[in-house]
């Protein structure tokens, strides 16, 4: 079965970077298209980053762009976030997600997410 | 302010019908496929509805969707208090190239 597993979150300052991984297994990690997803604490869902099945395409919210950036390594199965520049307003729990296809289709499977909280 | 917009709470009572819309525009539900998740209370979200209309394995047919021009709607018929979550609708804008979510519904069956 499909499984994502999220990790690297936690409490980091204003201004300071953090990296999150997520471990993909029960499917062709390589075949799909991997996404990002946030939920600020009481608010609703937020997308974040789409990268392609390769790696070779990736598209940001505006609200990341230039902040985020998303990579995968097919041969660990690891997607990663890279986030520069936190601000108090990236709190949230960041969740992977799987695409349903190479670019991007559907959200069909959820990681349990990852909570970051950027605080003083 | 959400690019789709879904009204930010329903309630029915168990056994009935509701129905939860997503206007969106021509840049995303119009020209794209919508999908439709549902968040139960301290879970993750999880796919409910996707190309409009086609459910996952697993997935009761009390649930459907549907779209029309740049609208959307999710049904649920005999409503269970276990049903009782946020629902989210979501789609790919061409203008923005990012997908967009609705601001959520939270369904409460009474």
């Known amino acids: 079965q499909v499984q994502l597993g999220e990790s690297g979150g936690g409490v980091v300052q204003p201004g300071r970077s953090l990296r999150l991984s997520c471990a993909a297994s029960?499917?062709?990690?390589?075949?799909?298209?991997m996404q990002w997803v946030r939920q600020a604490p009481g608010k609703g869902l937020e997308w974040v980053a789409v990268?392609?099945?390769?790696?070779?395409?990736?598209y940001y919210a505006d609200s990341v762009k230039g902040r985020f950036t998303v990579s995968r390594d097919n041969s660990k199965n690891t997607l990663y976030l890279h986030m520069n520049s936190l601000r108090a307003e990236d709190t949230a729990v960041y969740y992977c997600v799987k695409d349903s296809k190479k670019n991007v289709g559907y959200f069909d499977y959820w990681g349990q997410g990852t909570l970051v909280t950027v605080s003083s | 302010q959400s690019v789709l917009t879904q009204p930010p709470s329903v309630s029915a009572a168990p056994g009935q019908k509701v129905t939860i819309s997503c206007s969106g525009s021509s840049s995303n539900i119009g020209n794209n496929y919508v999908s439709w998740y549902q968040q139960l209370p301290g879970t993750a979200p999880k796919l409910l509805i996707y190309e409009n209309n086609k459910r996952p394995s697993g997935i009761p047919d009390r649930f459907s969707g549907s779209k029309s021009g740049t609208s959307a709607t999710l049904g649920i018929t005999g409503l269970q208090t276990g049903d009782e979550a946020d629902y989210y609708c979501g789609t790919w804008d061409n203008s923005l190239s990012g997908w967009v979510f609705g601001g959520g519904t939270k369904l409460a069956v009474l």
């Open positions: 029960g499917f062709t990690f390589s075949s799909y298209g």
């Open positions: 990268i392609s099945y390769d790696g070779r395409n990736a």
